[in-house]
C-alpha cells in the first residue's frame, strides 16, 4: 500500500496558538495565489500573501467569494485528475 505523505505548515493563531495543517493544495485564481489546508476535519481556504519577502496566509472572509474559489478549484482538478 502506498504512503501518502503531504507537506504540513505550522499556524500561529490569533492568540498565539500554534496549528499544524496539511497542505491539500496550492493553486493561483484571478492573479491571486491560495492554499487549501486541512486539520483533522477543519479545512481552510487562505489567501498567500508577500510582503519583504515573507509569505503570510490570509484567511478568505467572504463566504461567496470562497466557495466560488473551491468550485473553481474542483472544476479544475476534475478536468486534470492526478495520476
Do not use: C, H, W
Not at 487562505?46 to 472572509?61: C, F, H, R
Request: glycine share 4%.
Amino acid at each position: 500500500m502506498p504512503i501518502n505523505v503531504r507537506d504540513t505548515i505550522t499556524i500561529v493563531d490569533e492568540n498565539g496558538i500554534e496549528k499544524e495543517y496539511f497542505i491539500e493544495a496550492l493553486f493561483e485564481a484571478d492573479g491571486k495565489d491560495y492554499a487549501l489546508i486541512r486539520k483533522d476535519d477543519e479545512s481552510l481556504l487562505m489567501k498567500i500573501e508577500e510582503e519583504n519577502d515573507e509569505q503570510y496566509l490570509v484567511g478568505v472572509d467572504n463566504a461567496s467569494v470562497s466557495q466560488s474559489l473551491l468550485d473553481a478549484y474542483q472544476i479544475a482538478v476534475e478536468a486534470n485528475p492526478a495520476d
